[in-house]
């Protein structure tokens, strides 16, 4: 019996601090202004996307006590923009990143709840653990925790906005010509949760959303995070966009989902994904040439370099050879709330990789950091690139792609006019809406209710 063929999930993402916008373009435009979401919102929705990401920093970024200025240095309040964005969209799905380490369950429950009302069940939240004392020093229960303890925390947060969003059945609310509306049960939103995390107990006032609770997306890597993401998420945000990483990476958090009673159709793998289109593959290449050398300017090359060498490199020339001395080990005192900088676990053993291949293919300090944080997925003709995308998820790389272009926020309009029909012609992608909520768009059920107490 033949595979049957699997219908592809695209979903994209609005930059938040990155390095991956290209501000020289004349086609950027501003991640402050309301225009810049809804232009972005409403061509994925053209598009007949699942969804819009939307990704939180919870503090600007900072490099030699400075506020890091080569990128993105702000972004408005998640909830504030996805609530402005459902009332000019009708079906895209609208995703949040809103962290668990340093919110509470029944104002994060509570915001998700309202959203997914406002939206007509169109809410997501992508659950994330925060790492750092730096970030932690702008709330009031500063510091950090443990890998384990973050994702212990984040557990017990999720299961009490289940039980929050859980503590309305969906039909107490009951309209009557003589009475009004009224409730039918004197219980609704009564809720109980007890652990060693949280000790909560009371009602919540927000009666059960049209999609039952929001879809749950996580976006953890570690061993931590993919149990995380089987045991309770239905999708995973992940950074394993080729073929062999991402078939590998597919495989092995699909194959830890039977031990929570879960089948493979119950979590989607959604890689992050960049794309450049030309008329030719030829073309396209050129211009991906030109993205990343703009991605990469010699001062941002410089401020990767000090990342993870952990010192002042202000006088290294960006284009010559890497610095002879050793980065300096332990704590970073140069990057502060860059995520790449805890990812280098052995900063000598990296920094003698680069050397290595600097070496082998003659490579300056700039062409050398463009290499290492390449970030283009798709490059090539718009059929080029539609047979790649449906190539990855038909081999079961992937179940979509969250798409994430290099200019704001016009950039993602070539992939909606040139590629998204193509993999229609193809019948692997949605020609319209076929349902009304993202749980629809993503072929998710709704989730089974829980018990008020825990």
């Known amino acids: 019996m033949s595979k049957p063929v699997k219908q592809i999930h695209l979903a994209a993402h609005f930059p938040g601090v990155n390095n991956t916008t290209v501000w ?8 402050i202004e309301f225009s810049s979401f809804v232009h972005f919102a409403q061509t994925a929705e053209r598009g007949k996307f699942d969804f819009m990401f939307l990704a939180e920093g919870l503090r600007l970024r900072e490099q030699n006590g400075l506020i890091y200025d080569l990128d993105v240095v702000g972004r408005p309040d998640t909830f504030t923009v996805l609530a402005a964005l459902a009332a000019v969209t009708d079906r895209l799905g ?4 809103i962290n668990s380490t340093f ?23 992508n659950v994330v653990t925060s790492w750092d004392a730096f970030t932690g020093e702008n709330f009031r229960r500063g510091g950090y925790l443990a890998e384990d303890q973050r994702y212990s925390r984040a557990e017990s947060f999720l299961r009490a906005a289940h039980t929050l969003f859980d503590s309305w059945r969906g039909d107490e609310i009951v309209a009557d010509k003589q009475r009004g509306v009224f409730l039918s049960d004197p219980q609704a939103g009564a809720f109980s949760y007890h652990d060693q995390h949280f000790d909560i107990g009371g009602r919540f006032n927000v009666p059960r959303s049209p999609q039952g609770r929001p879809v749950i997306f996580q976006a953890g890597d570690s061993d931590h995070g993919r149990e995380f993401a089987a045991a309770a998420a239905d ?44 008329d030719t593959d030829a073309e396209a290449a050129d211009i991906a040439h030109e993205v990343r050398l703009a991605q990469v300017s010699p001062a941002t090359a410089i401020k990767f370099l000090e990342q993870l060498w952990n010192r002042d490199l202000s006088d290294h020339d960006p284009d010559g050879p890497l610095p002879t001395v050793d980065p300096i080990v332990g704590e970073n005192t140069i990057a502060k709330g860059r995520a790449s900088v805890r990812m280098h676990r052995d900063p000598i053993a990296v920094a003698n990789e680069w050397r290595a291949k600097a070496e082998a293919e003659n490579l300056t300090t700039r062409e050398l950091i463009v290499e290492v944080t390449g970030r283009q997925n798709f490059v090539g003709s718009p059929a080029t690139v539609a047979e790649s995308i449906n190539h990855l998820v038909q081999s079961d790389a992937s179940d979509g792609f969250i798409l994430v272009p290099h200019v704001t926020p016009s950039g993602l309009d070539p992939f909606v006019d040139k590629v998204v029909p193509l993999l229609q012609e193809r019948g692997v992608f949605r020609a319209d809406y076929a349902g009304a909520t993202l749980r629809d768009h993503l072929g998710l059920a709704e989730p089974a209710r829980q018990s008020r107490a825990s």
């Open 235 to 278: 999708a995973i945000f992940s950074r394993h966009g080729t073929l062999a990483d991402g078939q590998a990476f597919y495989a092995d958090v699909k194959g830890r989902l039977a031990k929570y009673g879960r089948r493979h159709d119950q979590l989607l793998i959604l890689p992050a994904a960049t794309f450049v289109l030309g």
């Open 94 to 97: 609208l995703t949040g990143t």
């Open 103 to 125: 919110n509470e369950p029944y104002e994060v429950a509570r915001q998700f709840a309202s959203l997914d009302h406002l939206s007509d069940g169109r809410a997501a939240w």
């Open 24 to 31: 020289s373009d004349p086609a950027s435009g501003s991640h």
